[in-house]
């Protein structure tokens, strides 16, 4: 059965939004083809630091007919009654309507058949409607735009059964539409120029070939994994941390987990101010040595892979590190 592609393609989304982003993206969306009589078997988003997607798998290509009931007035009411009745049902006798019996006596029923629209029909109004009805807790306009959204928002990708859908998006004030397409961007240093997708395996193999991991569980893995490998290698383990993870991930979409050293020199500083200087600071993940204290190496996630392997990187965190404990080492 048909498939739904969307993509919201803008700059970077602070990593406290996503999650929830992607989460009402569904809910609005879903809520809208059920609205609409649209079924469906799944519905899945993703969120990156630049976009926002959402596949929907099993829809049919046009709505179900359906009928309408309008209960008008009793059948011996005023004329005036009745042809403001008819007028109403957008009908223009009474032979078009039907007879019922109620508790109150007969009454006149106007009933329409309405042919069901194409899906590929329905879908431009029902996107605009979901986007302006996203629930940011932060939004801003930009240019010259009436559109409220959590950043700049660039292209639309919709797709639907193979099919881009021929619509756009209106941004209000002087600021020009946003009309749908079926290309889209990859990683913003790791690939160049957009390219064209045709169905959500398309659109994620291709992302993963120009540099997006577009799965969130999957570069959380990444993170993960990569952080304790490079620490195993010095006998060391990973402190682990949840909420950092989560924010970590939010703000990279081809994470590379690199190794750098903490200067002997802050190591008397308490572990507790080390950690939570690097935590919110600088989304640094700490490390354990075997006797489960603090070790002087950390593990920042670049979103970049380099042909020194991540050298200039390190040394720059450990440079900007250092400013932050001689920092943390003066107040305390």
Not at 45 to 65: K, N, S, Y
Not at 98 to 126: C, F, H, L, Y
Not at 228 to 250: I, N, P, Y
Request: with cysteine; aromatic share 8%; glycine share 8%.
């Amino acid at each position: 059965m048909p498939q739904f592609l969307l993509e919201l393609f803008s700059e970077e989304i602070p990593a406290r939004f996503q999650k929830q982003a992607a989460d009402d993206l569904r809910t609005l969306f879903t809520d809208k083809l059920k609205a609409e009589g649209l079924s469906f078997t799944t519905a899945v988003a993703h969120v990156t630091p630049r976009r926002l997607a959402l596949v929907i798998d099993g829809l049919p290509l046009e709505q179900a007919a359906r009928s309408e009931e309008r209960k008008g007035p009793k059948i011996d009411a005023p004329q005036g009654a009745i042809d403001g009745f008819l007028k109403g049902a957008g009908l223009s006798s009474l032979d078009q309507c039907e007879q019922r019996d109620t508790p109150k006596g007969k009454v006149w029923v106007a009933v329409s058949n309405i042919p069901g629209r194409k899906t590929e029909e329905v879908m431009p109004a029902m996107i605009d409607s979901v986007l302006r009805a996203m629930p940011w807790k932060k939004s801003m306009n930009w240019g010259e735009s009436a559109f409220r959204w959590v950043r700049p928002l660039h292209s639309i990708l919709a797709i639907f059964d193979g099919r881009r859908l021929e619509s756009k998006f209106e941004l209000g004030g002087e600021q020009p539409a946003i009309t749908f397409t079926d290309h889209v961007q990859g990683h913003r240093f790791l690939s160049s120029g957009s390219f064209a997708v045709k169905d959500f395996a398309d659109y994620q193999a291709k992302l993963r070939d120009a540099g997006v991991i577009l799965d969130r569980d999957e570069r959380k893995k990444t993170i993960v994994e990569g952080a304790r490998k490079l620490l195993a290698e010095k006998g060391l383990t990973l402190k682990e941390d949840d909420g950092l993870l989560e924010e970590v991930c939010g703000l990279v979409e081809w994470p590379v987990p690199l190794i750098g050293k903490i200067d002997d020199q802050f190591m008397s500083i308490p572990p507790e101010v080390l950690v939570t200087t690097m935590r919110n600071n600088q989304k640094y993940f700490a490390s354990l040595d075997a006797n489960g204290k603090m070790s002087p190496y950390f593990v920042v996630t670049a979103n970049i892979t380099t042909e020194d392997d991540g050298k200039a990187i390190i040394e720059g965190n450990q440079r900007v590190l250092r400013a932050r404990f001689s920092d943390a080492k003066f107040f305390w």
